[in-house]
T-cell receptor, first 111, second 114 residues
Framework: LAKTTQPISMDSYEGQEVNITCSHN???????ITWYQQFPSQGPRFIIQ???TKVTNEVASLFIPADRKSSTLSLPRVSLSDTAVYYC????????????FGDGTTLTVKP | DTGVSQNPRHKITKRGQNVTFRCDPI?????LYWYRQTLGQGPEFLTY????????KSRLLSDRFSAERPKGSFSTLEIQRTEQGDSAMYLC????????????FGPGTRLTVT
């Protein structure tokens, strides 16, 4: 299982775009990249998933370079309610549930 | 509500007692996972089921821990002879096997061992 590395924490202000980068140098050919968000005392919540290039949904974008050794979660125009821990996971449908969440990136959005 | 549910949400027990938690996954999801999360850390994988079969257990899952998923529906996680180090949030998640997946997590059960 590929190990991931993320910054421990990030600060931002309301209305700004936030980019959180995750390194996964040992990603395997069949692995997808998935990001989760977690608020205190709640279970993680799926944000976005991708395999290559760019994926966009209603809440975020995910940028994956050609070598797939890293990925960047982009949150447009963050608000105070985006303050949370963000986790990057790598795996496929057979092993991803066993992926290591790591300690994630604590994003603090300030007014 | 068609999400993953967990019961109880909170459990306080004395050291040495047995506790059991329940997870009800999304009905069409055949994969079910249990995780443990302590304060300031990410969730740690404990075990997972595909339908009723328990396919893997983490080395974190000592012999005091047992999990079942009878009939491939709900699952239970039992901890025998609880220790203070078992205090944590226990999370359950489910997803379907086919295709790219996303795990749906329950709200967790907060266990406090006194």
């Amino acid at each position: 299982l590929a190990k991931t590395t993320q910054p421990i924490s990030m600060d931002s202000y309301e209305g700004q775009e936030v980019n959180i980068t995750c390194s996964h140098n040992n990603i395997a050919t069949n692995d997808y990249i998935t990001w989760y968000q977690q608020f205190p005392s709640q279970g993680p919540r799926f944000i976005i998933q991708g395999y290559k290039t760019k994926v966009t949904n209603e809440v975020a974008s995910l940028f994956i370079p050609a070598d797939r050794k890293s990925s960047t979660l982009s949150l447009p125009r963050v608000s105070l309610s985006d303050t949370a821990v963000y986790y990057c996971l790598v795996g496929d449908s057979t092993n991803a549930g066993k992926s290591t969440f790591g300690d994630g990136t604590t994003l603090t959005v300030k007014p | 509500d068609t999400g993953v549910s967990q019961n109880p949400r909170h459990k306080i027990t004395k050291r040495g007692q047995n506790v059991t938690f329940r997870c009800d996954p999304i009905s069409e999801h055949n994969r079910l996972y249990w995780y443990r999360q302590t304060l300031g850390q990410g969730p740690e994988f404990l075990t997972y089921f595909q339908n009723e079969a328990q396919l893997e257990k983490s080395r974190l899952l000592s012999d005091r821990f047992s999990a079942e998923r009878p009939k491939g529906s709900f699952s239970t996680l039992e901890i025998q002879r609880t220790e203070q180090g078992d205090s944590a949030m226990y999370l359950c998640a489910s997803h379907a096997v086919a295709g790219p997946y996303e795990q749906y997590f329950g709200p967790g059960t907060r266990l406090t061992v006194t």
